[in-house]
């Protein structure tokens, strides 16, 4: 069961992401910098008394997930582009994970609604005792329905106590699966929809880290790592964010870190086909009788 303190943390997080995705929507504008994107998002978060939960996705066109802006990017939203904003709070790890997808082309309108429409269905089918393989062959059916494809390879996830990928995951296609949604569960809904391959790769780039593990760890390294655990748990976190912590090449500290298997690095996801990617996620909480989308105003 989940108690009425933590109902009230996970409702406390999802108004924090509901509002701060709707005022990024009026405020995101071609040639704007992507870093002042991000930035006003966390600073969003922060102001309604939640953390961020990672940092704020800013996934332009065939970038499908994992951009954040470094310390000094000068990356901004490109002309026509279509741009996936995808932010988290949590208030005590009880996390809200949400996204929108922005178009500044007419031409990707019924991308958009392919991944609105997908999240909609998706979330209306769901209860106790639904096949997690039913909700991604809805998922990829009204994707379909479009004229496009889901992109197969991400999925939405369980939501824990600071661990933003549980034990279970919502698949965008159907798949065998004896895996049941549970009452009190909480899950972030997240279909992808694009007009290339359908399938997502790892890029070279990484912005995104999350901690891991103290072993084998030089001496001059650890009291950065305890730092790190201390400041984000398990949860995600960038270069941005350890401004005080490391005051020089912050993102090359991380990329080392990352290679003693100190540290996770998320590689930026880019489409396969060089497809654009649309997105559209909430996070719900699985009740009795029905779900409560916790992102939604
Ligand atoms: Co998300």
Same mark, same amino acid.
């Given at each position: 069961m989940l108690s009425d303190e933590e109902l009230q943390c996970l409702r406390k997080a999802g108004r924090a992401v509901a509002s701060t995705l709707k005022q990024l929507a009026y405020k995101v504008?071609?040639?704007?910098?992507i870093i002042e994107v991000c930035e006003l998002a966390e600073n969003m978060i922060k102001s309604m008394n939640c953390q961020p939960a990672f940092p704020c996705n800013v996934s332009v066109?065939?970038?499908?997930?994992h951009y954040t802006s470094k310390i000094d990017d000068t990356a901004v939203i490109p002309p026509k582009s279509l741009i996936k904003i995808d932010v988290g709070a949590h208030v005590n790890g009880y996390i809200a994970d949400a996204a929108i997808t922005i178009s500044f082309s007419d031409e990707h309108e019924s991308l958009v609604r392919a991944a609105e429409k997908a999240l909609e269905a998706a979330i209306n089918s769901?209860?106790?005792? &639904?096949?997690i393989g039913l909700i991604g062959s809805i998922i990829e059916s009204t994707i379909r329905s479009f004229g496009y494809k889901p992109v197969r390879n991400l999925s939405g996830h369980m939501l824990k106590p600071y661990t933003l990928h549980g034990e279970k995951s919502i698949p965008n296609v159907p798949i065998e699966s004896k895996l049941s949604i549970e009452v009190d569960e909480v899950y972030a809904i997240e279909p992808f929809a694009t007009n290339g391959a359908g399938v997502v790769v790892d890029s070279r780039e990484m912005y995104i880290f999350r901690y891991m593990s103290l072993?084998? &760890?030089?001496k001059d390294d650890k009291s950065l790592l305890t730092a790190i655990r201390d400041r984000f748990k398990s949860l995600p976190f960038c270069d941005r964010w350890l401004k005080d912590l490391v005051p020089h090449n912050t993102l090359s500290k991380l990329l080392e870190l990352t290679s003693r298997g100190a540290l996770y690095g998320y590689h930026v996801l880019v489409e396969k086909g060089k497809g654009l990617v649309a997105q559209a996620e909430h996070t719900v909480i699985v009740h009795e009788d029905g779900v409560e989308i916790t992102t939604q105003l």
């Amino acid at each position: 069961m989940l108690s009425d303190e933590e109902l009230q943390c996970l409702r406390k997080a999802g108004r924090a992401v509901a509002s701060t995705l709707k005022q990024l929507a009026y405020k995101v504008h071609e040639g704007m910098p992507i870093i002042e994107v991000c930035e006003l998002a966390e600073n969003m978060i922060k102001s309604m008394n939640c953390q961020p939960a990672f940092p704020c996705n800013v996934s332009v066109t065939s970038i499908a997930a994992h951009y954040t802006s470094k310390i000094d990017d000068t990356a901004v939203i490109p002309p026509k582009s279509l741009i996936k904003i995808d932010v988290g709070a949590h208030v005590n790890g009880y996390i809200a994970d949400a996204a929108i997808t922005i178009s500044f082309s007419d031409e990707h309108e019924s991308l958009v609604r392919a991944a609105e429409k997908a999240l909609e269905a998706a979330i209306n089918s769901i209860k106790p005792g &639904v096949k997690i393989g039913l909700i991604g062959s809805i998922i990829e059916s009204t994707i379909r329905s479009f004229g496009y494809k889901p992109v197969r390879n991400l999925s939405g996830h369980m939501l824990k106590p600071y661990t933003l990928h549980g034990e279970k995951s919502i698949p965008n296609v159907p798949i065998e699966s004896k895996l049941s949604i549970e009452v009190d569960e909480v899950y972030a809904i997240e279909p992808f929809a694009t007009n290339g391959a359908g399938v997502v790769v790892d890029s070279r780039e990484m912005y995104i880290f999350r901690y891991m593990s103290l072993k084998g &760890v030089k001496k001059d390294d650890k009291s950065l790592l305890t730092a790190i655990r201390d400041r984000f748990k398990s949860l995600p976190f960038c270069d941005r964010w350890l401004k005080d912590l490391v005051p020089h090449n912050t993102l090359s500290k991380l990329l080392e870190l990352t290679s003693r298997g100190a540290l996770y690095g998320y590689h930026v996801l880019v489409e396969k086909g060089k497809g654009l990617v649309a997105q559209a996620e909430h996070t719900v909480i699985v009740h009795e009788d029905g779900v409560e989308i916790t992102t939604q105003l």
